[in-house]
């Protein structure tokens, strides 16, 4: 009958022991008021890592980080000449976006792109000898790059544009003489030091102008390099769509106007002739087949 009675009170395996085991209570004594053991009690009381010893970790990841949104996303530039004014002054940081063309995006018109040197335009320029901090920082993109040989300019037609300026007149895509008063250089004329045209862009290729138009070597005075003046857009690094620095300087650079007007793109132009010679075809066709039944009646 004991055993059957004991039996039927065993204590549950999980229960804590009251033999009275004298190892068993030392253990008991030793754990903390929690319930954690004792090496739970000194892991718990561990000192954080010294700030010091993360430091280079988070530097680390900080500069990976930094070379990967100069690489992927946006990239500072600094400009270095008069060209662009005023939209842009010479000094001036601008960001450019190196997104979109990851995914296919082309140049629009009106639009400021960076491009480089699509070969002999810069050929005179001199370029500055960065030192190795400045080389390191350009590198990761902290610093805009004084050594590559970059241009900035403002997209004035796509490929299968035609563009013309004539001596005192407006700049003409596909037909549309564009209003660039908002933009260019005050008391500079369109083209007037270098008229230029018709020229019919090349496809995936873009033609670039200053806004200080007589202070700008853009693409008419690079007609006998290959490309006839204009920028594969291969070469293009990226749209420049703010002016970051100075501070007193900061701006977006929207598409004007003008760019957006009815008509102006190459293949809206030609839209309603090819919709008129479609509709026209059919008619043709269903004249010559009235006239050719009416003289087998006849």
């Excluded at 739970?40 to 009381?45: D, E, F, L, Q």
Aim: net charge negative; with cysteine.
């Amino acid at each position: 009958m004991a055993v059957g009675a004991r039996s039927g009170h065993e204590e549950p395996e999980d229960r804590p022991d009251h033999s009275g085991n004298a190892e068993s209570a030392g253990t008991t004594g030793r754990t903390g008021s929690d319930g954690d053991s004792p090496e739970g009690a000194v892991g718990a009381m561990r000192k954080p890592r010294s700030f010091w010893k993360e430091l280079p970790l988070l530097i680390g990841i900080a500069l990976v980080l930094a070379l990967l949104i100069k690489t992927f996303l946006v990239q500072a530039f600094s400009i270095p000449s008069d060209s662009m004014q005023d939209t842009l002054q010479r000094g001036d940081r601008v960001l450019v976006d190196k997104l979109t063309p990851w995914f296919g995006a082309e140049p629009k018109r009106g639009e400021v792109v960076v491009f480089h040197d699509p070969g002999g335009w810069l050929e005179e320029t001199q370029t500055p000898n960065p030192n190795v901090v400045q080389k390191f920082l350009s590198f990761i993109g902290l610093m805009p790059s004084v050594e590559e040989k970059d241009l900035i300019k403002r997209v004035i037609a796509v490929g299968g544009d035609t563009v013309e300026c004539k001596e005192n007149g407006p700049v003409v895509v596909n037909g549309k003489a564009l209003d660039e008063k908002s933009f260019i250089f005050p008391g500079n004329t369109p083209c007037n030091d270098e008229p230029f045209g018709p020229i019919k862009v090349p496809e995936g290729r873009i033609w670039v102008m200053g806004d200080h138009r007589q202070n700008s070597r853009d693409s008419r005075y690079h007609q006998e390099l290959p490309g006839s003046g204009t920028v594969s857009n291969d070469e293009v690094v990226g749209r420049a769509i703010v002016v970051a620095w100075p501070i007193n300087r900061w701006a977006t650079l929207p598409v004007p106007n003008t760019f957006d007007q009815p008509g102006l793109s190459a293949v809206a132009a030609a839209a309603p002739g090819a919709i008129g010679l479609a509709g026209a075809v059919p008619i043709v066709i269903w004249r010559r087949r009235a006239g050719l039944n009416s003289g087998r009646q006849n």
